[in-house]
């Protein structure tokens, strides 16, 4: 076909495996490129990215497209076998909505509760569970938010079903328990099992020692803060 | 089509409700509008938006859409053949989304920070503010629109914010048009059409809102308030 497809992104990113998760979903092949985003950014990256200077950045046929949300959509419009967002409007309206809530309340306040102190700790946990009952609400049964296979809403729930999972191991925290959860447990563990996901997944010997290391930066600034 | 039933739960001065007004004015899509009293929202409300229990809902023959920009975007794959305000072309769909999300991120939060604080936090806020003007001036560029030659979704997602530009510029001190003209320049153009100026309130009775606010509320209890909570 002559495509040049490229992701910018990072090994341990939960936001550039859903670019290179997608693309494996449509059978997509591509280049990758390991960003040091901790340390040198690329001339590339800045090129491709100069408003936000992050990863994942999805390089077509020369043009950058950024932001992994807009990323899933420009994908799922280019390559539309394998469909993974609903073609009926409302369905996608809802698709779009439970991403969004992911996005901006699950995930974030989950990775709070992992790295807050003692006496924050509480209240985030809580809160961080109220958004976990109710983005449980959105699997109403079915085998993935997606429903038989895996959807967009799937793609971006794996920065909870797994990269959050790995982090509440390294700090003993049990928020996404199968007795707490056990709806939201079972697809997470559906999801890690899919071959697809599994052989794009950062391994966990690798990903548990980075995140730990993430997490103790996290604390040392909050304390100086 | 013909009995199709819109209902929009809005609240006046935001400026996400008016993207939703400004979508379905740009399409000619006739609507109910139901204005919600903040302090106490209607069965209605809570009960078509269960998880945030914020405005702007649509509710298209009875089902609930929420989220401002999923709304247009909704609007605008509902009724594609009027007025589209997203291209076809996929990387032109993905720019487009890029800068709705780029005004999602910043404007709002930032605008607040200008008429919420002083000092020093507001300095940097301002400085801010205006970079972000500069950046969409320059995704503007020749164009009328962000569209091209007509409204498009940046323009529709951006433009709401246009009614609030005085409220800043008062509190903030600041001339918007002095940094940006361009970026006025395209706002006053939105502003001819009548989907746009019909949807948008005024500029004085926003600053009104806003002086309201404070003088009521004081200045503290405004960053809590749920009137001009993040999502609403």
């Not at chain 1, 990113?13 to 950014?41: C, H, M, Q, T, W």
């Not at chain 1, 569970?129 to 049964?141: I, P, V, W």
């Not at chain 1, 794009?200 to 909050?222: E, M, W």
């Not at chain 2, 503010?129 to 997602?157: R, S």
Request: aromatic fraction near 12%; include cysteine.
């Amino acid at each position: 076909m002559g495509e040049e497809v490229k992701v910018f992104g990072y090994w341990a990113s939960p936001y550039s495996y859903r670019a290179e998760l997608a693309l494996k979903l449509k059978g997509v092949s591509y280049e990758y490129i390991n960003e040091d985003i901790f340390g040198n950014k690329s001339d590339l990256l800045l090129k491709y990215n100069p408003v936000h200077k992050k990863v994942p950045v999805l390089l077509h046929n020369g043009k950058p497209i950024v932001e992994s949300v807009v990323i899933l959509e420009y994908i799922e419009e280019t390559w539309k076998h394998n469909p993974y967002l609903p073609q009926d409007p409302y369905d996608k309206a809802t698709a779009r909505f439970w991403i969004k809530f992911i996005d901006e309340k699950c995930f974030p306040t989950l990775w709070l509760a992992a790295w807050s102190s003692e006496n924050e700790r509480e209240k985030v946990t809580n809160e961080a569970c109220e958004y976990m009952k109710t983005l449980e609400s959105a699997l109403n049964g079915k085998k993935f938010f997606g429903g038989e296979t895996i959807g967009m809403v799937d793609i971006v729930a794996s920065s909870v079903g797994y990269f959050i999972r790995v982090t509440q191991e390294i700090m003993g925290l049990n928020l996404l328990s199968a007795d707490k959860f056990p709806q939201l447990f079972q697809w997470s563990e559906d999801f890690a099992n899919c071959s697809i996901v599994k052989e794009s997944l950062p391994p966990r010997d690798k990903l548990l020692p980075f995140v730990k290391g993430l997490i103790a930066k996290y604390q040392q600034d909050n304390a100086k803060a | 089509m013909g009995d199709e039933k819109v209902v929009l739960l809005d609240f006046w001065p935001s400026p996400f409700g008016m993207r939703v007004r400004t979508a379905l004015a740009v399409k000619g899509i006739k609507y109910e509008y139901k204005e919600e009293d903040l302090s106490n929202k209607s069965d209605l409300l809570l009960k078509m938006n269960p998880i945030h229990k914020k405005i702007p809902v649509l509710i298209h023959n009875g089902k609930p859409i929420c989220e401002s920009l999923i709304q247009v975007q909704y609007i605008d794959e509902i009724w594609p053949h009027k007025s589209p305000l997203l291209p076809t072309d996929p990387y032109q769909r993905a720019i487009a989304k890029f800068w709705a999300d780029f005004v999602e991120k910043k404007i709002y939060d930032l605008g607040k920070k200008v008429w919420t604080t002083k000092g020093e936090e507001q300095e940097a806020a301002k400085k801010e503010f205006i970079a972000c003007l500069k950046l969409l001036e320059g995704e503007l560029g020749n164009k009328d629109y962000f569209g091209g030659e007509n409204l498009g979704y940046v323009d529709v997602v951006l433009v709401p914010f246009y009614s609030w530009f005085y409220a800043y510029e008062k509190c903030g001190n600041f001339s918007i048009e002095r940094e940006c003209p361009k970026l006025i320049a395209w706002a006053k153009r939105c502003m001819e059409k009548d989907s746009v100026s019909k949807s948008l309130p005024d500029q004085q009775k926003i600053y009104g809102f806003v002086l309201h606010l404070r003088k009521v509320v004081g200045l503290s209890k405004i960053l809590c308030l749920q009137h001009i909570s993040r999502h609403c």
